[in-house]
């Protein structure tokens, strides 16, 4: 069974850094998926900030451009989400998620195969 799980979320002051986790287990080879960071606000629809494509090319959302670096480490099976100079509105849920197929940066949906659980970061003033 296949499983995405998150982790390093938290709250910080805004200019502050996090760095985001996520784990895959259960598939054999992770470098051949697309890998990307969701995020959500309540009442709102979730939206890609940043993502790996199969190939390794890397993109982002303008809202984080210059912010955050996603990377991932084949070997262990991870993705990360390098977060510097945070702001109140990146405060979100954060999602990771995996399919074989290239995903967009637009709204995330259900047709996306892998998802993690989320890991909430909140950011203050």
């Known amino acids: 069974q296949v499983q995405l799980s998150e982790s390093g979320g938290g709250s910080v002051q805004a200019g502050g850094s996090l760095r985001l986790s996520c784990v895959l287990s259960g598939y054999a080879i992770s470098s051949s998926l697309c890998w990307a960071w969701f995020r959500q606000v309540p009442g709102q629809e979730r939206q890609g900030i940043a993502r790996?494509?199969?190939?390794?090319?890397?993109n982002y959302a303008d809202s984080v451009k210059g912010r955050f670096a996603i990377s991932r480490d084949n070997a262990k099976n991870t993705l990360y989400l390098q977060m510097n100079n945070l702001k109140p509105e990146d405060t979100a849920m954060y999602f990771c998620a995996a399919d074989p197929n290239n995903m967009g940066l637009g709204v995330g949906g259900p047709w996306i195969r892998y998802w993690g659980q989320g890991t909430q970061v909140t950011v203050s003033t």
């Open positions: 790996i494509s199969t190939n390794g090319t890397i």
